[in-house]
């Protein structure tokens, strides 16, 4: 399980190995998103509070990268966490996503990203549920959830 420790580890030094790369230009980003996918993903975006696919959204299934298909999160570890974002406690795997300090906005965050093709999901802090103490806050926008049938 990771810890908030292992966060900024990751951040600070290196992260997880991907399981592999995905990249492409910024015009087949674009080409290949929606302008509001595009947005949050390829440009550090953040769509709006609650009024978002996922953020009340509780059904079982696996949440991939919009991007590259990259499994990312199980709906287990999805929690309410009342910030009108589809929150997680922990990754699916150590080296789904990979992190990076954000210092805009006049705060310091850390920024979480798919390991894979390197598309902005959204940060992780440290005031999440025991046991982990991680709050993955992500935007839907970036997300798809595979249902069961799907996985
Ligand atoms: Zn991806």
Redesign the pocket.
């Known amino acids: 399980m990771l810890r908030w420790s292992d966060i900024v580890k990751f951040a600070k030094y290196s992260n997880p190995e991907p399981p592999r790369r995905?990249e492409q230009s910024e015009e087949a980003w674009a080409a290949q998103l929606t302008p509001a996918q595009f947005h949050i993903m390829r440009q550090k975006g953040t769509e709006s509070p609650y009024r978002n696919a996922y953020c009340r959204s509780y059904e079982p299934g696996i949440y991939a990268?919009?991007?590259?298909?990259?499994k990312?999160f199980d709906s287990t570890t999805k929690y309410h966490a009342i910030s009108g974002w589809p929150s997680f406690t922990q990754p699916l795997t150590k080296s789904a996503i990979r992190y990076a300090f954000d210092d805009s906005h006049h705060m310091q965050r850390i920024e979480a990203q798919?390991?894979?093709?390197?598309?902005h999901l959204g940060h992780v802090f440290p005031d999440g549920p025991e046991p982990s103490g991680l709050r993955y806050c992500m935007n839907s926008e970036s997300l798809v959830r595979l249902s069961l049938e799907e996985i």
């Open positions: 995905m990268c919009v991007g590259c298909g990259s990312l798919c390991n894979v093709c390197g598309s």
